[in-house]
């Protein structure tokens, strides 16, 4: 089992961060952890390559990260909120799916043929929803063929507590892990 965790955090100690390592502890298999703050992965600049061409003009660590989606079998994105909404260096590397969308929307092509399970955990502080984000979490895991993803797990109260105090998110993290240890068939559209 593989699995592939997008961690949209600038604090590489912070709740995001804390509530990843929880995650990585209990799973079985490989993982990688991709810290978009500190990869080496531009945004998209809609050149339209790959409206065309299979893959992406760009040449980056992000064409390691398309093998490992190819890859694996669950993908998690994990983030603050900000504003609402997932982390700008999150969403520029989301951005670089672009080349998932345009294979079968323009070229006719299912870009990634195994199914995913996938998830996502929200971190917050502030008064802002979580709604938003983890719509556009699910947008993200479906353009990497995840259809079957758990419902959001959250921690949104890191000003007065930090996320590893939350005992549900905990709880949500233990359903997390038992969603991408089991057997059960992932859907497909």
């Known amino acids: 089992m593989k699995t592939l965790i997008l961690n949209g955090s600038p604090r590489v100690n912070g709740d995001t961060a804390s509530l990843i390592r929880t995650v990585t502890e209990g799973l079985l298999g490989e993982h990688k952890v991709l810290d978009t703050y500190r990869c080496d992965i531009s945004p998209c600049v809609d050149c339209r390559y790959c409206r065309e061409h299979p893959g992406c003009a760009i040449q980056d660590e992000m064409q390691e990260i398309y093998d490992y989606i190819q890859q694996c079998d669950n993908i998690l994105i994990a983030s603050p909120i ?15 799916l672009q080349t998932y969308f345009c294979a ?42 995840c259809y079957t993803i758990h419902e959001v797990v959250s921690s949104h109260n890191t000003n007065t507590r930090p996320a590893v105090h939350d005992e549900q998110a905990l709880l949500g993290i233990r359903s997390i892990i038992k969603l991408f240890q089991s057997k059960i068939p992932v859907s497909v559209p």
Do not use: W
């Open 82 to 96: 900000y504003f609402s909404e997932l982390t700008g260096k999150l969403l520029d590397v989301g951005s670089r």
């Open 104 to 145: 079968g929307f323009f070229r006719g092509e299912k870009p990634i043929l195994k199914p995913k399970k996938g998830a996502v955990l929200l971190v917050g502080g502030g008064d802002g929803h979580m709604d938003k984000a983890y719509e556009t979490a699910c947008v993200l895991l479906r353009h990497m063929n």
